[in-house]
């Protein structure tokens, strides 16, 4: 090698070792090239610790800065042009979206930059790609009387020209009439479907970011973690049709300075897989926000995240009970999350996905769309439909805002007569379901239910809610109607039957039967029951329990206890480790119980309600066995599935109105499963926001008995004559709206007059009745006065009476002064902050301050033995009683009197007289 070769090679080394060492240096100052660009951080941020101190894959959320310059210009590359959207049509899956394209990222600071808009310009002289959404975006359209919202814009995007499409629901040159059914001759002049908007490019939308709070997740509290209880986590839904692309997790929390810091950490893993630790800090005990990338392949439907503590105060031998060995994490840590929608696949098999996903926790929102505006039309199925997503729902909630134009975006449900199902415009043949691309959006599906009458709508959202399973792996289908037979009462599947033993494996798998982990831990057995038990002078109603523990070797005998509670209610504790000749021997007797300790309970009527929780405790602490010595922190706990409820002994009765009811269960609407013997009144021409308020409403009805509400009658407010007399009655309506229909309130205590609640008096005996009312149960306690006289402005109505047509039937109305009060009014049913405040015969929502009255005579509903009856009847009548009893005894006085007088007279005449002793002797 001669001199120029060897000056040529040392200058090519001497290059490639300053590149390196410049490309250390620049990954020393940020983040490492895994790291995510910044995300939003806790609201109370504290003094982030030195990065030696902290995991390698943890970063102070201020050191997270721009990536190397190779990625930098990787980030800034504008993106691919879009090929041209061709009109959707049923059952074909849009194409796949493009490569995913990172948004840029700022420079270092102590506080995140935004994220730069589009259109703007970097300091490198390049336009920035436009950063993704933050949240799903549903822009259904809302307006009163169900008028069009004004069409979105489409994101302007470099495209070569195309020919316009035609749209998705253009009529057909020539097409037979529509069959009209007799029933519904209104359905004969229905209006031409409403033209779509132009169609919006299906990648605008393929990438979604969402930002959540631990709190939000579920963790109310900031979570502590000790030396005896080292593990705590939650889950982490994502959409079953989105695929994470990146992920973090942005913690802030505190370590006990009294730790040991080579031997003390705070790990965390995802789906047992490791993520990161948290050291200790000797100078500072509070730690964050420090963010930890999570790696999308750990990802899956539902996600468990894990905080792990491992703790120790000496070097020797540690107490785990020791207070000093703690470890927090706040609940404002944020898990952020950016997912990429897959391409939807629309077919009939897959519901209710994708309006509906049992991973994700939050309410269940689904625009509905009612093409044909008129009246109650089609209102019937929507509701049909809404209650089988609010029996799915449950607990999460539901909204379902109305329009009579397609969402702009994402999905919807479309119900109505004669809507196209194809892209030619042609008319269904029968009743249809079927499922097609949002003409705005690709991305998104519109699950449409129609028929060529009302008739077949009907059947149509029938055979949808009954029979999904039965739909088969098609994007149409056109069905025959379903055979329901008839409904009993009490025969709701949410209910607990009250005819027959039930075993706890009825309510809950088994495997939701069994904890493991550190004492103490709890089983939690919830249940519904119909809200009118009744038990004869409140005996309790049996519960057998059958548990098991671990070897009684392990943990302390003194103390360790069963804890029973009920609704937070505690009821009584039993002994866990009884060392009994009885139960020694029970143990080697073989049986389907064998190695369980059996025990009885009893649950007080007054402690149930329409929803209730059955809570078992398991306290028990393992063996102290002195310094350093393993203790076995391991604990099983397990409830035999063959644990039983018996509320055989129980009728069915109790006094309304009582607003309690209708709020935690929908009594006594709930006592038909399908509420064939219910009618909602509503007006004739209800806009979209009594629209929206009867959907809420109807999906409440559905998760209160998990069952749809087939059998519901729909009436007009004016014309309640055509109303059903034995039914039961919901009014719901705005207060310009009442109409006719105000006699409905005749059986409560209360009158609407304008934009007024008075409370009524129409005799001078109901006069008399409230100034001697038992006020203890509300009344003037809660501000009602025979004067009553309250404006209603901004707010909405709850009021409950009997029905006026037929007595021991109730009517419950949901008024508001707006169409928003009436939507919010509906929504505090489902609302448990706002359940207690759910009492009475009157409930009056101002903004988020609910106020309830008690002034209507109360009625009897259901059956009692008639033994029962005259006792009850005594009990509530005092005087009566005082006055039977008098009576009573002055029978019983006069009955002995004459006794002993007959007596009295049988004896002296059985006294011989002195004539016949002197003549015997």
Not at 127 to 139: D, E, G, K, N, W
């Amino acid at each position: 090698m001669n001199a120029a070769s060897r000056r040529g090679w040392c200058r090519g080394a001497c290059a490639v070792v300053a590149w390196a060492i410049l490309v250390g240096h620049a990954k020393a100052q940020v983040a490492s090239s895994q790291d995510s660009a910044p995300y939003e951080v806790p609201e109370r941020p504290s003094a982030p610790l030195a990065p030696t101190d902290v995991s390698r894959n943890a970063q102070p959320v201020a050191a997270l800065g721009a990536p190397s310059p190779v990625a930098q210009a990787s980030y800034n590359q504008a993106p691919a042009p879009v090929a041209a959207v061709t009109r959707p049509q049923a059952g074909v899956v849009p194409p796949a979206p493009p490569a995913y394209v990172p948004p840029p990222v700022s420079a270092p600071s102590a506080v995140p930059a935004p994220m730069p808009q589009a259109g703007l310009v970097d300091p490198a002289g390049q336009t920035s790609a436009p950063p993704p959404p933050s949240v799903p975006a549903y822009a259904p359209a809302q307006s009163a009387g169900f008028a069009p919202a004004p069409a979105v814009p489409a994101p302007q995007q470099a495209a070569p020209p195309v020919a316009a499409p035609a749209p998705a629901y253009a009529a057909a040159p020539e097409q037979p009439a529509p069959v009209v059914d007799p029933a519904y001759p209104e359905a004969a002049a229905l209006p031409a479907p409403l033209p779509p908007a132009p169609v919006i490019n299906p990648a605008a939308r393929h990438e979604i970011t969402r930002t959540m709070t631990f709190r939000e997740l579920g963790i109310t509290t900031p979570m502590t973690l000790r030396g005896f209880s080292p593990l705590q986590g939650f889950d982490i839904p994502v959409p079953a049709d989105e695929v994470v692309t990146r992920a973090q997790v942005v913690i802030d929390g505190a370590l006990s300075p009294s730790l040991l810091p080579e031997a003390s950490s705070l790990t965390l893993t995802l789906n047992e897989q490791y993520v990161g630790t948290v050291k200790v800090d000797p100078q500072n005990s509070r730690f964050g926000p420090l963010a930890f990338d999570l790696d999308p392949i750990f990802f899956t439907g539902l996600n468990r995240l894990n905080f792990h503590f491992a703790g120790e105060y000496r070097r020797d031998c540690n107490d785990l009970h020791n207070g000093v060995l703690w470890a927090r994490v706040s609940d404002l840590s944020k898990v952020i999350i950016t997912t990429m929608q897959l391409p939807p696949v629309r077919k009939l098999s897959r519901l209710p996905a994708p309006f509906f996903d049992p991973n994700l926790r939050h309410v269940v929102r689904v625009p509905f769309v009612f093409p044909h505006v008129n009246g109650q039309n089609s209102l019937k199925a929507g509701g049909i439909v809404a209650s089988w997503l609010g029996r799915l729902a449950e607990a999460r909630g539901v909204s379902f805002p109305v329009s009579n134009t397609l969402p702009m975006s994402g999905n919807a449900v479309e119900v109505g007569e004669n809507i196209p199902v194809d892209d030619r415009g042609s008319m269904p043949a029968g009743p249809t379901v079927l499922e097609v691309a949002n003409p705005h959006d690709n991305w998104g599906t519109i699950l449409v239910v129609t028929g060529r009458n009302q008739r077949e709508v009907e059947i149509a959202a029938r055979v949808l809610v009954f029979s999904p399973d039965t739909l088969g792996d098609v994007s149409s289908r056109v069905v025959e109607d379903v055979a329901l037979a008839p409904r009993k009462p009490y025969d709701a599947p949410a209910f607990v039957p009250t005819d027959r033993v039930v075993r706890f494996g009825e309510i809950m798998p088994a495997t939701a039967l069994q904890r493991q982990g550190s004492a103490p831990l709890g089983i939690d057995i919830p249940f519904s029951l119909p809200p009118d038990l009744f038990s004869w002078r409140q005996r309790t109603f049996p519960v057998k329990l059958w548990v098991r523990t671990p070897a009684d070797a392990a943990f302390e005998h003194d103390g360790s206890r069963l804890d029973v509670s009920l609704n937070t209610s505690y009821l009584e504790s039993f002994p866990l480790f009884e060392n009994t000749v009885w139960k020694q021997w029970g143990l080697q007797v073989s049986g389907p119980h064998v190695g369980a300790l059996g025990v009885r309970a009893g649950l007080p009527p007054l402690l149930l309600f329409g929803q209730n929780r059955l809570s078992l405790d398991f306290n028990v602490r393992p063996i102290d066995r002195g310094a350093c010595r393993r203790v076995d922190e391991d604990f099983v706990a397990e409830v035999d599935s063959d644990s039983s409820f018996d509320f055989r002994g129980s009728y069915h009765y109790t006094t309304l109105p009582n607003l309690t009811y209708f709020a935690g269960s929908a009594f006594p609407f709930s006592r038909m499963a399908d509420y064939s013997e219910t009618a909602v009144v509503m007006p004739s021409q209800p806009d979209s926001g009594v629209a929206n308020a009867f959907l809420n409403l109807m999906g409440f009805l559905g998760a209160s008995t998990h069952y749809p509400v087939a059998g519901i009658q729909l009436v007009s407010s004016d014309d309640v004559s055509r109303l059903t007399p034995a039914r039961d009655i919901i009014f719901l309506s705005t207060i310009d709206q009442v109409g006719p229909a105000r006699e409905l309130l005749t059986g409560s205590a209360y009158e609407i007059n304008g934009q007024r609640v008075r409370l009524g008096q129409r005799t001078m005996l109901d006069g008399i009745w409230y100034l001697f009312q038992n006020l203890g149960l509300g009344g003037e306690e809660k501000g009602a006065t025979p004067a009553l006289n309250a404006p209603i402005a901004n707010a909405g109505l709850l009021i409950g009476g009997e029905s006026p047509y037929v007595s021991h039937r109730s009517v419950v109305a949901v008024l508001g002064d707006t169409p928003q009060q009436l939507v919010q009014m509906v929504d505090s049913l489902r609302d448990k902050q706002s359940l207690p405040a759910m009492q009475g015969d009157l409930v009056i929502r101002n903004g988020a301050r609910l106020t309830y009255y008690r002034n209507s005579r109360q009625y009897a509903v259901g059956t009692l033995p008639r033994w029962i009856r005259l006792e009850l009847y005594l009990q509530s009548h005092l005087l009566l009683l005082c006055l039977i009893s008098l009576a009573g005894v002055a029978l019983m006085g006069t009955g002995a009197m004459a006794l002993l007088k007959a007596r009295a007279r049988r004896r002296l005449h059985n006294v011989p007289s002195s004539d016949d002793t002197s003549a015997s002797s």
